[in-house]
Every structure is written in structure tokens, then in C-alpha cells.
């Protein structure tokens, strides 16, 4: 069963910074693309952004320019580097590969890690 360990959620207030991090299996990590979703509240679950194998990068339009996403090939880990955060970015972050294994079934995600983005 794939597994997805997410890490480094919080609450903070505007203008503030996060860092997540997702380990997983070698499997997984070493032959996809790695990305972040985000899924907040009455809404869908949605790609932030996505590394390659190679370390292209791509961002969702309104987080451009304040995330950055990175993977370590060493630890099976990837990261998302979140500053200057806003309330819009308050949801619970997911990583999977993209497109993601397993497709929506929630059997093929991890908990997820919550943040919270408040004055």
C-alpha cells in the first residue's frame, strides 16, 4: 500500500512562513513527478505545484512567486517552502505524485497536514 507521511503544518498568521515536508516510498519517488494539493474546506482538492524527476518546477498561479517545492532523491522526501502565507492558503496539504497514484481514492492519500492561516 502506498504510503504518504506529511509533516510541518501549523497555524500562523498572514504574512508568515511554513515548511512541509512528505516522505514516501523509493518506488514511488524515484520514477514520478512529486506534487502538492491542497484541499480546502466546501472545496476541491487541487494541484499547488509539481517537481519533476529532473527538478523543473511548476506553481498554481496564486502561489507562484511565495512557494517553492524541492525534493531530497536521497530521503524520498518532498518539500514546500511556503512564505508570505495568506488566509486563502488555509486548507489541508496533501503530496502524491502527479498525476496521482491511485487516482481520488482516498485509500492512495495520507492524512495530510493542516494549515491554518489567521490574524
Known amino acids: 500500500q502506498v504510503q504518504f507521511v506529511e509533516s510541518g503544518g501549523g497555524s500562523v498568521q498572514p504574512g508568515g512562513s511554513l515548511r512541509l515536508s512528505c516522505a514516501t516510498s523509493g518506488s514511488i519517488f524515484s520514477r514520478n513527478v512529486m506534487g502538492w494539493y491542497r484541499q480546502a474546506p466546501g472545496k476541491q482538492r487541487e494541484l499547488v505545484a509539481h517537481?519533476?524527476?529532473?527538478?523543473?518546477?511548476n506553481y498554481k498561479d496564486s502561489v507562484k512567486g511565495r512557494f517553492t517545492i524541492s525534493r531530497d532523491n536521497a530521503k524520498n522526501t518532498v518539500y514546500l517552502q511556503m512564505n508570505s502565507l495568506k488566509p486563502e492558503d488555509t486548507a489541508v496539504y496533501y503530496c502524491?505524485?502527479?498525476?496521482?497514484?491511485?487516482?481520488?481514492?482516498?485509500?492512495?492519500w495520507g492524512q495530510g497536514t493542516q494549515v491554518t492561516v489567521s490574524s
Open positions: 502524491n505524485a502527479d498525476p496521482p497514484f491511485g487516482g481520488w481514492s482516498p485509500d492512495f
Open positions: 517537481i519533476t524527476t529532473g527538478g523543473n518546477t
